[in-house]
């Protein structure tokens, strides 16, 4: 029967289980992310620097191509944690860039048009929605940080002699763990932006300004008053930091591992909280 | 024993260092009986506090509220699972279309995929946004955007419907078929309904029960149903010719009056006495009836001595008059 004729029926079945519920809001928060043309540029943009990285491996890895050529410029072309640190600075700047542009279109329409109370009327708690949202924004940044940087691994280790992957695992656990790091601290970053400011080109800039003019704020602070303690401020280079200990790289000069975790920790823990803050059903006027 | 709707033990609520509602105490409605709970209120009364303590958005500072059941604080996720909750405030969600809003709303509830995306044309046909399913909600009136908030609140067919001020701003056939819809979910489709309004022509209009708020306490729970069969033994009664002998006869049928002469009674007829009697009686009497009306604004009456701002209801008047002439207190 057309559903105009049937009328109004009250639903009496079964309902879905709890995990099935939570999915419906990361699957409609990454429809509202991906509809939008422009970060559907970026991530293709974003996909250059990695297949440049691919060429790079592919060449790094046939010797013949090379023969005669110096020692020097074949340490250059080395797969080694520089490498994938390198591809891991380029990369984490476009995830910032597609933050920026994607993040501001998360919470802020819900927050502008007191859409809050509707999803909170449901089974459904602020950190279940924060982390719904989140989701969303970290598979999309995940398309341009740990995905083709594990593929970059394993595309190394499959041109590698036998026994290079195990001798170079930190390398892989680098790359992953070191960008969902990343990618969960810009994903805070940009929902807690998209919270708290309406604006989305505002927000946006917001989110730039976080990782940059903050990362040289802290750098200004340290070369100023001949302090360490500006990399507490430092998003990019505790990040970095952090990274390098996962990569068994070496640590840039004057940052401690400790110093990296503690900054790290007291940025998630501060946009957490500003997140809580903002969102509630309702505004109470104390 | 019947579950009731609300149960609230000594429900305090602290809005930072104010409190909000003042140990509330009450048992609101019959769970699955479809009646409509209608709370009142002026501004600042915590009507709303209420209904967002309900709803777990605020935390009870003391006391107890359990809904069909389920504490608020404890069991939340199970409440919510059970109602529906239209705001007041203009909520909906800009970029979506209404179907897209409904389909979300409904999965968030429980609702399968497929079902959410039945139930979401379904509703918005039984609302009447069927023809503007497809635009997206920024695009929406106001009035439709109160229809296709009540339309969310439904969609999941839930136990109990929570409406805050379901008739704000709408134009008079907008908030007919508002009031018909509510009446609609407690009638034909058993939902229990807690209307939360100012307005008490639309309460008295769909609701079985009130309770009013003032200042944070419960000053009144009245059964609305009840208080109509008491009324319609109420009537004023207009009379020409000489009427000296109309009071003997009233009060041999059992009916307690006033006379405001000259020819105006107010008459208290006995529970199984027909007010049609009242024109015989008066034909009897040689007197002709030019008015006789029944009360109707009883819960403005019954809300203005609430609020303490009438002492007692013309009823209550006759009755204490009667009380002092027989020699009551």
């Given at each position: ?120 009327s449901?089974p ?163 | 024993m019947s579950q009731p709707v609300v149960e609230l033990e000594d429900l305090h609520v ?7 509602l003042?140990g509330i105490s009450c048992r609101l409605g019959v769970s699955g009986r479809?009646r409509?709970i209608?709370l ?9 506090t209420l209904i967002r303590t309900l709803l777990g958005f605020h935390a009870p500072s003391a006391g107890r509220a359990r809904v069909l059941g389920y504490d608020c604080r404890t069991d939340r996720r199970r409440v919510l699972e059970r109602i529906?909750y ?72 839930p136990e109990l419907v929570i ?29 229990s309904?807690i ?14 029960e009130?309770m ?6 419960m000053?009144?729970h ?108």
């Amino acid at each position: 029967m057309a559903v105009y004729k049937r009328g109004y029926q009250r639903y009496g079945g079964p309902r879905t289980p709890r995990l099935e519920r939570l999915l419906v809001l990361p699957r409609e928060a990454w429809r509202r992310v991906s509809g939008q043309r422009i970060v559907t540029a970026l991530i293709a943009v974003s996909c250059i620097w990695p297949l440049l990285c691919a060429l790079f491996i592919y060449v790094s890895n046939h010797t013949e191509l090379w023969a005669g050529i110096d020692g020097d410029f074949r340490k250059f072309l080395a797969i080694d944690a520089a490498f994938f640190l390198t591809f891991m600075k380029v990369q984490s700047v476009f995830s910032v860039l597609l933050a920026a542009l994607a993040g501001p279109g998360l919470i802020a329409p819900d927050l502008g048009n007191q859409g809050l109370a509707l999803y909170f009327s449901r089974p459904i708690s602020r950190l279940e929605y924060s982390l719904a949202k989140m989701a969303a924004l970290m598979w999309l940044l995940s398309l341009v940080t740990w995905i083709p940087g594990l593929l970059l691994f394993l595309m190394q280790a499959s041109m590698s002699p036998a026994g290079w992957m195990a001798a170079h695992w930190r390398l892989a656990a680098g790359v992953v763990f070191g960008f969902w790091q990343w990618v969960a601290l810009v994903a805070l970053v940009a929902l807690a932006s998209s919270a708290w400011v309406r604006w989305r080109l505002i927000a946006g800039a917001v989110v730039l300004g976080y990782f940059f003019v903050l990362s040289g704020i802290g750098v200004l602070v340290n070369a100023i008053f001949r302090v360490e303690w500006g990399d507490l401020i430092n998003p990019l280079r505790a990040s970095y930091g952090l990274w390098c200990a996962m990569a068994g790289a070496e640590l840039p000069r004057g940052l401690s591992l400790p110093t990296a975790l503690l900054a790290l920790a007291l940025m998630g823990g501060l946009l957490a909280l500003a997140l809580e803050r903002r969102l509630r059903p309702v505004e109470v006027v104390s | 024993m019947s579950q009731p709707v609300v149960e609230l033990e000594d429900l305090h609520v602290k809005l930072g260092r104010r409190e909000i509602l003042h140990g509330i105490s009450c048992r609101l409605g019959v769970s699955g009986r479809g009646r409509a709970i209608g709370l009142l209120g002026p501004n600042g009364a915590g009507k709303s506090t209420l209904i967002r303590t309900l709803l777990g958005f605020h935390a009870p500072s003391a006391g107890r509220a359990r809904v069909l059941g389920y504490d608020c604080r404890t069991d939340r996720r199970r409440v919510l699972e059970r109602i529906g909750y239209m705001p007041e405030t203009d909520s909906f969600i800009a970029s979506m279309t209404g179907v897209e809003f409904l389909r979300v709303m409904g999965a968030l509830s429980g609702l399968p995929a497929e079902i959410a995306l039945e139930k979401a044309h379904e509703t918005l046909f039984h609302v009447g946004l069927g023809e503007a399913r497809y635009r997206t909600l920024g695009t929406y009136s106001l009035g439709m955007r109160q229809l296709a908030r009540l339309a969310q609140a439904i969609v999941h067919g839930p136990e109990l419907v929570i409406l805050d001020e379901p008739t704000n701003g709408l134009d008079p056939s907008a908030r007919r078929r508002m009031l018909e819809l509510i009446r609609q979910m407690k009638e034909e489709h058993g939902m229990s309904v807690i209307v939360c309004s100012h307005l008490l022509a639309d309460v008295e209009q769909v609701c079985d029960e009130v309770m009013i708020l003032k200042d944070g306490r419960m000053v009144h729970h009245a059964d609305l149903e009840a208080e109509r069969r008491e009324n319609r033994r109420f009537v004023e009664l207009e009379v020409e010719g000489d009427d000296s002998g109309l009071g003997a006869a009233l009060e041999s049928k059992g009916a307690a009056c006033v006379h405001e002469p000259p020819g105006r009674w107010r008459v208290v007829l006995p529970p199984d006495f027909d007010a049609a009697e009242l024109w015989k009686l008066a034909a009897a009497q040689g007197l002709s009836v030019r008015r006789l009306t029944q009360r109707r604004d009883t819960l403005e009456e019954i809300f203005m001595k609430a609020m303490g701002l009438m002492r007692q209801s013309p009823g209550e008047a006759v009755a204490s008059e009667e009380t002092a002439a027989h020699g009551g207190l």
